[in-house]
C-alpha cells in the first residue's frame, strides 16, 4: 500500500513526503528506510498555522 501511494505521489509531482511512526516500533522505522525514507533534518509544519513545529522523533523525509 504505502509502494502505491509513494508512486502515486511521484507520479503527480510531489518532491517530499514524510512518515510517521513510534519511536520504538522497529518494523515500521525498518519498512520506511528499506523505502528510502532518512531522518527529518528540517521542521515539520503540520497544525495548519504556518508555525514551524520542533523535530519529534518517530518522523522520517523521503525526498527525490
Do not use: C
Amino acid at each position: 500500500m504505502k509502494l502505491l501511494a509513494i508512486s502515486f505521489a511521484r507520479s503527480h509531482g510531489v518532491h517530499w513526503m514524510r512518515a510517521f511512526h513510534r519511536p520504538g516500533n522497529a518494523a515500521a522505522i525498518g519498512m520506511n528506510r528499506r523505502l528510502g525514507f532518512v531522518e527529518a533534518d528540517t521542521p515539520v509544519r503540520d497544525d495548519g498555522s504556518g508555525r514551524a513545529a520542533p523535530y519529534q522523533p518517530g518522523l522520517l523525509t523521503l525526498q527525490r
